[in-house]
């Protein structure tokens, strides 16, 4: 079982804001990375640290976190947004790396 | 641009050991800010970390696997390495290799390499 939970499914319409969550004890002293997958194809980083994008990101993403929980926010969806998508960050002992199970989100 | 690429053999046997190499092009293993990971994927399933290795051999790995993995790298082939023994059906997989951020986050991915196990 993963220490970072996620919601399986998540929807949102076309140009609308989105928010994926991750939750986990370990996320108050952690920051989240998040990952884009599109089927067939590697996992893409998309934030990483409090808030950053790497090159190549388009700025609708955007990262936060609030307590155990830390968010991932589309801000004007775009059809190609549609894929699953990852948490990730430090367990609770911090030395080792741990997954959220990932939320496939659907653009309608 | 740093580019990895995952290579090994296409289908394992149960009990045996899973043997797959990360050829890194496009930057220096030996680079000191990164370690290099293993994660991988069962078909239609999330993403599982198994390990991660610096380029002077220091490891950190998925307490879940740790009995069964060994890490290790080639800075004279910019390459680094992942065996799994003992393997079962429920190692069949898609095996990523990627850059890690000190133990953080993961910037360059492999393809993936689809590991079946089976007799």
């Known amino acids: 079982s993963s220490e970072l939970t996620q919601d399986p499914d998540v929807s949102v319409a076309l140009g609308q804001t989105v928010r994926i969550t991750c939750q986990g004890d370990?996320?108050?002293?952690?920051?989240a990375s998040w990952y884009q997958q599109r089927p067939g194809q590697a996992p893409v980083l998309v934030i990483y640290?409090?808030?950053n994008r790497p090159s190549g990101i388009p700025d609708r993403f955007s990262g936060s976190r609030s307590g155990s929980t830390a968010s991932l926010t589309i801000t004007g969806a775009q059809a190609e947004d549609e894929a699953d998508y990852y948490c990730?960050?430090?367990?609770?002992?911090?030395?080792?790396?741990?997954f959220g199970g990932g939320t496939k989100l659907t653009v309608l | 641009q740093v580019q990895l690429q995952e290579s090994g053999p296409g289908l394992v046997k149960p009990s045996e050991t899973l043997s797959l190499t990360c050829t890194v092009s496009?930057?220096?293993?030996?680079?000191?800010?990164?370690?290099w990971s293993w994660i991988r994927q069962p078909p239609g399933k999330g993403l599982e970390w198994i390990g991660s290795?610096?380029?002077?051999?220091?490891?950190y790995n998925n307490p879940s696997l740790e009995s069964r993995v060994a890490l290790s790298v080639d800075t004279s082939k910019n390459q680094f390495s992942l065996n799994l023994k003992s393997v079962t059906a429920a190692d069949t997989a898609v095996y990523f290799c990627?850059?890690?951020?000190?133990?953080?986050?993961?910037?360059?991915w492999g393809l993936g390499t689809l590991v079946p196990v089976s007799s």
């Open positions: 990730n960050s430090r367990d609770s002992s911090g030395n080792h790396v741990v």
């Open positions: 370990s996320l108050r002293n952690y920051y």
């Open positions: 640290g409090k808030n």
């Open positions: 290795v610096y380029f002077t051999g220091n490891t």
């Open positions: 990627a850059r890690t951020f000190g133990v953080n986050y993961f910037d360059y």
């Open positions: 496009g930057g220096s293993i030996s680079t000191g800010d990164y370690f």
